[in-house]
Every structure is written in C-alpha cells, then in structure tokens.
C-alpha cells in the first residue's frame, strides 16, 4: 500500500499538487534516514553533518524540482540518492577551499598598488602559461 501511496503523492506533485510533497515525506522519512546514514557511513568520522542534517537538505532540494516526472517510488529515491550524494560531495569541496584559505579575506588590487607592485613581464609570463594549460 505505501509503495502505491509515494507513486500517487509523486504523480501528484507532479500534476502540480503543492501540498503532496508534503504529505509524502512522512512516508519516506525514515527511509530517506538511512539512506542518508549509509552514505555517511563512508565520510571521516569528524564529518559535520548529521544523517537528520543530511535529509533535510535533501529535501530542500527536492522541493525545488518542479520539472521532474515522477515515475515511482524508487525513481524518488534514486534522485534523492544522487541528491544526497552531491550536497555531500559539495560540502567535502567547500570544507577543501577553507583549508586551502577560501575564508580568508578578499583584498582588491588597485591600480596604484599595481603599478607600485606588479611586474608587466610576469603578468605576460603568466598569461602564456595559462594559455599553455588550457590547450
């Protein structure tokens, strides 16, 4: 019966229901758990989120995908599993950039410092090397 009930609730939203994604996540809650307790269960022990933390963004992002054609139940949780999996590999980035000085300041260069400061030949330097790179 609630295998029907998550297709029906699906469809549904689908149709442009707003109120049946809402009526279907007490269905999916504790299933949605853990599947968000398994993945966690391969990420550092000092991981900062929470399986509870986990499935509500999720959800957040679920909410927002107007233009999905619900299939069925296990359509739902494969695009929840792959939801779940990007926040996680975009919180592992963003975690990467502050050890790497991403939360540092902003200083804006400007142009008497650069003038005082900034050697033209390295600039030029750069640039080919960069040009180099890309190709």
């Known amino acids: 019966m609630e295998a029907t009930q998550i297709t029906t609730l699906l469809q549904a939203h689908t149709s442009g229901s707003s109120d049946a994604l809402d009526s279907l996540i007490p269905l999916v809650y504790e299933e949605m758990l853990l599947m968000a307790k398994r993945r966690l269960m391969w990420e550092s022990p000092d ?5 509870a933390a986990l499935v509500h ?3 957040l992002k679920l909410v927002n995908l107007n233009r999905i054609n ?19 590999v975009d919180h592992a980035l963003k ?10 300041k902003q200083l804006t260069l400007h142009d008497e410092y650069a003038q005082k400061h900034l050697n033209l ?7 080919q090397a960069l040009k180099r ?3």
């Open 121 to 127: 030949d390295d600039i030029l330097s750069i640039d």
């Open 47 to 51: 991981h900062t989120l929470s399986p």
């Open 57 to 59: 963004e999720a959800y």
């Open 95 to 104: 975690k990467k950039a502050e050890k790497r000085g991403g939360n540092r």
């Open 133 to 135: 790179l890309e190709k």
């Open 70 to 88: 619900w299939q069925n139940r296990s359509h739902f949780f494969g695009i929840t599993s792959h939801i779940m999996r990007h926040i996680l």
